[in-house]
């Protein structure tokens, strides 16, 4: 089967961190460009963060820019989410898809919450 899975949420006190994981099986995902996305009941889906296939570059939203890291291990076919210093405004549903702006396949999502 080929699958996206994203995993690692969970509930986190402000200022705290998180590192989420997309992990991928039945396909090479460093062929991809990977982005993260979230969303937030009521919202729309945001990109907030993109590493690019073969390059390794990065892109962030303004949002998270400085807070989160991307990153992958492409011999693991992983890529990650480091989240630091997280906010309750970070509180979403995030997901990783094969690229980065119409999230066309996309695995399921990890739920992450930002409170005290």
């Known amino acids: 089967d080929v699958q996206l899975q994203a995993s690692g949420g969970g509930l986190v006190q402000p200022g705290g961190s998180l590192v989420l994981s997309c992990a991928a099986s039945g396909f090479n995902l460093a062929n991809y460009s990977v982005g993260w996305f979230r969303q937030a009941p009521g919202k729309f889906r945001d990109v907030i963060s993109c590493?690019?296939?073969?390059?390794?570059?990065?892109a962030y939203d303004d949002s998270v820019k400085g807070r989160f890291t991307i990153s992958r291990d492409n011999p693991k076919n992983m890529v990650y989410l480091q989240m630091d210093s997280l906010q309750p405004e970070d509180t979403a549903n995030y997901y990783c898809a094969t690229d980065c702006v119409l999230a066309r396949f996309r695995g399921q999502g990890t739920q992450v919450t930002v409170s005290s």
């Open positions: 590493i690019n296939s073969p390059d390794g570059s990065t």
